[in-house]
C-alpha cells in the first residue's frame, strides 16, 4: 500500500513537471449540485484550451458552461445518469501588469472583477450542473480577437446586465480566443489614457484581431477638441496605426443605438450625432472594414417595436431582484437577451466585410438577419452570478 500511494504521487509530480509549459490542471471534479458552483486555477497571461467533460454517473446533467466575468460558452446542455459529452472552448485571462510599474489603469470597481484577477474561473449553472471532469492547458496557436470598447462591450459581472463581447463567444470554436479588454464608461481618449491598449500590444501576436467599438461616452466629451471629427476621429485612427503596427488587424463597429424612438412611435431617433458617421470616415481614409451596429441595432428595435424593444434592455419591473424596490428602466444597457442578439449582429458584421473569422464558427451557427430577432419568449438564461442593481457607468 505505501509502495502505492509512493509511486501515485512520484506520478503525480512528473505528470505536472513534465508539462509545466502546457497542462494548468487535470482534474477529476465529479460534481453535481442544483444550484450553481465555480472553479478556478491560478493562471498566467495567455490563452486557455478548456475541455470540460460534463455530466454524473448518479444523476442527469443540465449544464451551461461560462468562465470568467460570464463570458457564456454553451447553451443548456442535458446528459442522461451515467452519460457525459465533453466540450472545447478556449478562454483568455489578462491581468493588470503591464512591464515594471506599469500596470492598466483600472476602476475601483474592477478590483474585484474576475477577468483582471489571477484566476482561470469557470462557472457552471443551470437546473442541475454536473461536471465530471476538467483539463485546463495554455495554447498559443489560436487567434486573439481583443475587444475595445464601454459598457456595450464589456463583460459584465453581474445580472441582469449584459453585453455583446460576453455573448460572442458562444459562437467561435476554439482556434479563437475573445480578449474583452472594454469597461463601462469609457470613450477612446479614456480606454488610450488607463494605457489599456498597451495592455493588448504586449499580448498581440501578428494575425491576431483588435475591434473598436466606441461613441456612446465619446459624444459626452466636451472640452477644447473633442467631437466626432477631431479627439474622436484622431483617436481612432491611433487604435488602427499602433494595432497595424503590431502586425494586428483592426475593424471598427459604430455604436450600438440606444432605445429612443421619434414622435411616430415606429422609428429610433439618432442620438449618436456625426459619431457613426464620423467613425466611418475614419475606417474609409485608413482602409479599415467597419460593421455598422448602429444601424443593425436600429432595424433591431425597430423591428420589436416601441414596447417590445423593452425586452431586450434592462428593463424590469420592481421586485424582480432581491432589494429591487423600484423598477429598471435602461435604454442604453443590454440585458442577456440583447446582448445575444448584438453579438449575433456584430457576428453577421464579420461576415459581411468578409473576416477570415467565420471561417471559425462554430457549426450550430446559423446566419441572423436584426430585422427578425428571434422571439425574446423563446430564449431561456440561466443566471450564474447573483444581481446587482448598480448601473454602469455611461450611458
Not at 358 to 363: G, I, Q, W, Y
Request: charged share 25%; net charge positive; with cysteine.
Amino acid at each position: 500500500m505505501k509502495k502505492r500511494l509512493f509511486l501515485l504521487i512520484v506520478c503525480s509530480m512528473m505528470m505536472l513537471t513534465a508539462t509545466a509549459q502546457t497542462l494548468v490542471v487535470d482534474t477529476m471534479l465529479k460534481k453535481a449540485d442544483s444550484k450553481p458552483f465555480s472553479y478556478a486555477v491560478a493562471v498566467a497571461d495567455g490563452n486557455y484550451k478548456v475541455t470540460v467533460t460534463l455530466g454524473s454517473k448518479k444523476r442527469v446533467g443540465q449544464t451551461v458552461v461560462r468562465a470568467e466575468s460570464r463570458r457564456h460558452y454553451t447553451d443548456l446542455i442535458t446528459t442522461k445518469k451515467g452519460k457525459f459529452e465533453e466540450i472545447t472552448f478556449v478562454v483568455n485571462k489578462h491581468q493588470p501588469k503591464i512591464e515594471g510599474d506599469k500596470v492598466v489603469k483600472l476602476k475601483p470597481r474592477e478590483l474585484s472583477y474576475k477577468n483582471w484577477d489571477d484566476s482561470l474561473t469557470l462557472s457552471f449553472c443551470g437546473p442541475a450542473p454536473a461536471v465530471e471532469r476538467i483539463r485546463i492547458e495554455s495554447v498559443k496557436e489560436v487567434t486573439t480577437v481583443f475587444l475595445c470598447g464601454n459598457s456595450t462591450v464589456v463583460d459584465q459581472e453581474d445580472e441582469p446586465w449584459a453585453s455583446w463581447g460576453q455573448m460572442i463567444t458562444r459562437w467561435f470554436t476554439p482556434q479563437v480566443a475573445i480578449a474583452n479588454y472594454a469597461e463601462s464608461g469609457l470613450s477612446c481618449t479614456t480606454f488610450l489614457a488607463q494605457l489599456r491598449l498597451d495592455k493588448i500590444l504586449t499580448q498581440l501576436k501578428p494575425g491576431d484581431y483588435v475591434i473598436v467599438e466606441f461613441g456612446h461616452n465619446d459624444e459626452k466629451e466636451k472640452k477644447a477638441g473633442d467631437g466626432a471629427w477631431y479627439s474622436y476621429s484622431r483617436n481612432l485612427k491611433i487604435f488602427a496605426d499602433r494595432a497595424r503596427e503590431a502586425g494586428g488587424n483592426i475593424i471598427f463597429c459604430t455604436p450600438t443605438a440606444r432605445r429612443f424612438f421619434n414622435d411616430d412611435h415606429k422609428t429610433i431617433k439618432n442620438t449618436h450625432g456625426d459619431y457613426p458617421e464620423a467613425m466611418k470616415t475614419v475606417a474609409r481614409r485608413e482602409n479599415v472594414p467597419v460593421i455598422d451596429l448602429t444601424a443593425m441595432s436600429t432595424a433591431f428595435y425597430e423591428a420589436l417595436g416601441e414596447e417590445g424593444s423593452k425586452r431586450s434592455l434592462v428593463h424590469y419591473p420592481a421586485n424582480t431582484f432581491p432589494g429591487q424596490d423600484k423598477p429598471l428602466a435602461d435604454n442604453t444597457h443590454f440585458n442577456p437577451y440583447g446582448a445575444c442578439e448584438i453579438a449575433k449582429m456584430v457576428v453577421m458584421g464579420l461576415k459581411q466585410i468578409g473576416c477570415p473569422l467565420t471561417k471559425h464558427l462554430r457549426s450550430d451557427w446559423q446566419d441572423f438577419d436584426p430585422s427578425q430577432p428571434d422571439d425574446p419568449d423563446k430564449f431561456i438564461w440561466y443566471m450564474s452570478t447573483g444581481s446587482n442593481l448598480t448601473k454602469p457607468d455611461g450611458n
